[in-house]
């Protein structure tokens, strides 16, 4: 059957719906009946959509809106799309069984089908794509966009970005946990204070409290463990369990699983290093000769510590080492000042080490002496 629609119908809606209607039924569409806009404020259309509220409220699809009777500025487009909507208010809902369940809620906006399906009497929520934060019901002012889960439903203001497909994590906020990137932990997580940036860092974390991963799989592999700091690509990529690890520089740290308490700082430092504790390993390339290594320091480029509580400084290729200028004896700040253990090098001793050496320091020579202080004095040695 042809319906014709005149402009001066567009002029007064009610007349256009009834033609519609009329149409519908003499063509056998039958069953029901189509409600068109009954107030200068209200804009309606399908079958169960709401009578006239007066408030400026837009239902368009069967059922949308169906429940409106004091909300105002709704605006509902698609099947069952803000259906339960009583008396809330400024709720933009459209996709099928878009924000289906909202009674009371207000300012809320899902687009996409069955976004914000969950959401009752929550407020200022956004959630965009399909089947997005299907578990917020009373919350306020969460973001979800993809398919994806807010940790707590009755929480405020979390984000969850999701990939399209709902595969990979890309961004959230919540509680005391912050991440960006695509592949980062998978909300929801019960780890707290924890702060990752860059694809893939942080990936594995499911509990753990104060861990930060900043680069490309930096803690990618940490699970449970706490306080670990990694910044630079694939640092500290391999840790699962350890603590309270300082990782820094790029591909830093690559092998360590579960050790504790170490501080490893440059490119690539600290490769060998698996399940040590207690190490200091500073400078590019600089490591610790054995996998379980602990209480070894290692500074300088290249620098190898080979021994449990040793210090290495420099490599292999170092022949000197200074720890300040030389001075004359009278120069020498008091020995209780400076503490026991204390050293420095003279230029004018008495004595040479090798034949004063335990003895007080004396002045009024030409040689060149290492000395240190006992807390009371400074002797040759």
Do not use: C
């Not at 946990?177 to 909300?187: L, S």
């Not at 509990?207 to 500290?236: E, H, I, M, P």
């Not at 170490?262 to 490769?271: C, F, S």
Request: zero cysteines; a negative charge.
């Amino acid at each position: 059957m042809t319906v014709e629609l005149r402009p001066a119908d567009f002029l007064d809606t009610n007349e256009a719906l009834r033609k519609l209607e009329a149409a519908i039924n003499a063509g056998g569409g039958g069953g029901g009946s189509l409600t068109g806009l009954t107030s200068a404020a209200d804009t309606a259309l399908g079958i169960g959509t709401p009578a006239n509220t007066d408030n400026n409220n837009t239902s368009i699809g069967v059922d949308a809106g169906q429940r409106l009777t004091s909300g105002g500025s709704n605006t509902s487009i698609g099947r069952n799309a803000g259906k339960a909507i009583i008396n809330g208010n400024s709720n933009t809902s459209v996709g099928v069984g878009a924000g289906a369940l909202i009674t009371s809620g207000g300012n809320n906006t899902s687009l996409g089908f069955g976004s914000g399906s969950s959401v009752t009497t929550g407020s200022g929520n956004i959630s965009i794509a399909d089947d997005t934060s299907g578990n917020v019901t009373s919350g306020n002012g969460n973001i979800v966009i993809g398919p994806a889960l807010v940790p707590d439903g009755t929480a405020s203001h979390q984000l969850v970005v999701m990939s399209g497909d709902g595969a990979i994590p890309l961004a959230f906020a919540v509680a005391n946990d912050t991440a960006f990137g695509a592949g980062t932990p998978t909300p929801p997580v019960t780890a707290q204070w924890g702060t990752w940036f860059g694809t893939l860092a942080g990936h594995a974390q499911t509990t753990g409290v104060g861990n930060t991963g900043v680069g490309w799989q930096a803690l990618t592999s940490l699970t449970s463990g706490g306080f670990n700091t990694a910044v630079g690509d694939a640092a500290g990529k391999l840790l699962t369990i350890g603590q309270s690890n300082t990782i820094i520089g790029a591909y830093s740290g690559g092998s360590i699983t579960t050790g504790i308490d170490n501080t490893i700082v440059g490119e690539a430092a600290g490769g060998l290093l698996n399940t040590g504790n207690g190490n200091t390993i500073v400078g590019q390339i600089a490591n610790v000769s054995a996998i379980g290594a602990t209480n070894r320091i290692a500074i300088g480029q290249a620098a190898l510590a080979t021994a449990d509580n040793s210090t290495q400084i420099g490599n292999n290729s170092m022949i000197t080492l200074r720890a300040g200028a030389p001075v004359a004896v009278a120069s020498l700040p008091s020995a209780s000042v400076v503490g026991a253990g204390a050293r420095a090098f003279v230029t004018d001793a008495l004595t040479t080490v090798a034949l004063g050496i335990g003895q007080v320091v004396a002045n009024g020579g030409a040689n060149f002496t290492p000395v240190y202080s006992d807390g009371a004095a400074w002797r040759y040695g």
